[in-house]
């Protein structure tokens, strides 16, 4: 289609993880682990030790990385750093918000939930001015 932006195609794409230990072991031990020849991980493990800093500037790596299709990252992560997710809008790597082991998901605080409401809402809206 005319004027949407094109998604670059590469021959493999990484998944990248930003959440508390038990939820990226557990993607790990399902093979989403990298470790690239730099040292540098697609992954960031959040524990109490963790400053918003650091879980921003992971953030900012995985988003403007290449070689990462898609960001996992735990809801209550998100929320440390909603500004940071809120404002995201490129479609590549797309940002999906998980649910960990002791923070239950709250779809009122999903920032994907949101736009595709409000794209739908949207969307109802111009269809009933035809």
């Known amino acids: 289609m005319a004027g ?9 794409a990484l998944i990248a993880i930003i959440a508390d230990e038990d939820t990226v072991t557990g993607f790990l031990l399902a093979g989403v682990g ?3 020849l730099r040292k540098k ?3 960031l493990i959040v524990d109490n030790k963790t400053t918003v800093k650091q879980i921003e500037d992971a953030f900012k790596e995985f988003t403007t990385r290449e070689d990462i299709a898609i ?10 750093i909603r ?6 809008n490129r479609p590549v790597p797309a940002i999906l918000e998980i649910p960990s082991k002791d923070h239950p998901y709250d779809p009122a ?16 809206v111009a269809s009933d001015r035809r």
Do not use: C, G
């Open 71 to 80: 960001v996992l990252i735990s809801q209550y992560v998100a929320n440390m």
């Open 41 to 43: 991980t697609n992954y």
């Open 4 to 12: 949407r932006p094109s998604i670059p195609t590469i021959s493999s």
């Open 34 to 36: 990298n470790v690239d």
């Open 83 to 88: 500004f940071l997710v809120d404002s995201y």
């Open 109 to 124: 605080h999903d920032s994907v939930l949101s736009r595709v409401k409000y794209l739908f809402s949207a969307e109802s």
